[in-house]
């Protein structure tokens, strides 16, 4: 339980983190590239399997670890946009529903996994619960052009989460020193994350040149090292819960202690419903844990 405990306190760190990018004037592109990079030496540095680094891509898990660090670079991009643009509270919504995608998608690959009434029970009250945490005041109006990015978001993040667990469970648990063998494909993960975003910074300075800024570089080089405690964490509490399990409680917590993180880290008000919210989530976790 620790370890999950772990993971769900570090992906927090992750979004508070983000919170902090447009006040530091910090280049999203710039600090990903960093982090990436960051991420990748991290992971290698603390690998010691037997394993050499250069036969990574003689491992069978390589070419969805190459789908998976494509696809962890756009939804990191896109997360980042859309917070900017969409805000953060739609944003956090988005990528913390997708919490359906996995759990439904579990039920028909792994035959240990499947859903009673007391899961579907606490998947609407998680529903609910995200509704109710970051309801927005009555009279707000969306451009719904804005709503495209969470929706992105929502599918990146359901898929992304569904190809780690299927990776995990297919590739990298069954080999022997399991621990190391995680570390090792996060690390060629990250590296391919850290190439994408390298395409995609030569794009972007081509289409319109944007100077270094070394704000971006510290944000980056932190978000690296929380990636990588992150990731590691999050790999190493999938091994330990099934999916009905892991990923309600893992989203819940992690969109109920970010709203607490913005009372008390950005004195963000929110009223009534929002701690209600807040008050059912904590619920949610119990039932879908019983569950």
Same mark, same amino acid.
């Given at each position: 339980?620790?370890?999950?405990?772990?993971?769900?306190?570090?992906?927090?760190?992750?979004?508070? +983190?983000?919170?902090?990018?447009?006040?530091?004037?910090?280049?999203?592109?710039?600090?990903?590239?960093?982090?990436?990079?960051?991420?990748?030496?991290?992971?290698?540095?603390?690998?010691?399997? @037997?394993?050499? +680094?250069?036969?990574?891509?003689?491992? =069978?898990?390589?070419?969805?670890?190459?789908?998976?660090?494509?696809?962890?670079?756009?939804?990191?991009?896109?997360?980042?946009?859309?917070?900017?643009?969409?805000?953060? =509270?739609?944003?956090?919504?988005?990528?913390?529903?997708?919490?359906?995608?996995?759990?439904?998608?579990?039920?028909?690959?792994? @035959?240990?996994?499947?859903?009673?009434?007391?899961?579907?029970?606490?998947?609407?009250?998680?529903?609910?619960?995200?509704?109710?945490?970051?309801?927005?005041? @009555?009279?707000?109006?969306?451009? +719904?052009?804005?709503?495209?990015?969470?929706?992105?978001?929502?599918? #990146?993040?359901? =898929?992304?989460?569904?190809?780690?667990?299927?990776?995990?469970?297919?590739?990298?648990?069954?080999?022997?020193?399991? +621990?190391?063998?995680?570390?090792?494909?996060?690390?060629?993960?990250?590296?391919?994350?850290?190439?994408?975003?390298?395409?995609?910074?030569?794009?972007?300075?081509?289409?319109?040149?944007?100077?270094?800024?070394? =704000?971006?570089?510290?944000?980056?080089?932190?978000?690296?090292?929380?990636?990588?405690?992150?990731?590691?964490?999050? #790999?190493?509490?999938?091994?330990?819960? @099934?999916?009905?399990?892991?990923?309600?409680?893992?989203?819940?917590?992690?969109?109920?202690?970010?709203?607490?993180?913005?009372?008390?880290?950005?004195?963000?008000?929110?009223?009534?419903?929002?701690?209600?919210?807040?008050?059912?989530?904590?619920?949610?976790?119990?039932?879908?844990?019983?569950?």
């Amino acid at each position: 339980m620790f370890i999950l405990l772990f993971a769900i306190l570090a992906f927090v760190s992750i979004f508070v +983190l983000f919170r902090y990018f447009e006040k530091w004037n910090v280049d999203n592109l710039q600090a990903l590239v960093v982090n990436y990079f960051v991420a990748a030496v991290v992971s290698f540095f603390i690998y010691s399997g @037997e394993d050499k +680094l250069t036969d990574s891509i003689y491992q =069978a898990w390589f070419p969805s670890a190459v789908i998976l660090g494509v696809m962890f670079m756009v939804s990191f991009y896109l997360y980042a946009l859309s917070t900017q643009k969409s805000g953060v =509270a739609i944003t956090a919504v988005a990528s913390k529903m997708s919490v359906v995608i996995p759990v439904v998608i579990g039920t028909f690959l792994y @035959e240990n996994e499947s859903l009673n009434a007391v899961k579907y029970t606490g998947l609407a009250l998680a529903l609910v619960s995200f509704y109710l945490i970051f309801k927005s005041k @009555e009279g707000t109006k969306l451009n +719904l052009k804005l709503l495209l990015l969470p929706a992105i978001i929502f599918f #990146f993040s359901g =898929a992304n989460d569904t190809f780690m667990k299927w990776i995990k469970d297919t590739y990298v648990e069954t080999a022997a020193n399991s +621990l190391n063998n995680e570390i090792h494909f996060i690390g060629v993960l990250f590296t391919v994350s850290l190439l994408t975003a390298i395409v995609f910074m030569v794009i972007h300075q081509i289409r319109k040149p944007t100077p270094v800024h070394w =704000a971006s570089i510290g944000a980056g080089a932190l978000l690296g090292v929380l990636n990588v405690l992150s990731a590691t964490s999050m #790999f190493m509490a999938m091994g330990q819960f @099934e999916s009905g399990f892991f990923f309600p409680i893992f989203n819940v917590s992690i969109v109920s202690l970010s709203a607490l993180s913005g009372i008390v880290l950005f004195r963000e008000k929110l009223s009534t419903i929002n701690l209600i919210g807040i008050l059912l989530a904590t619920i949610t976790i119990g039932i879908i844990a019983l569950g």
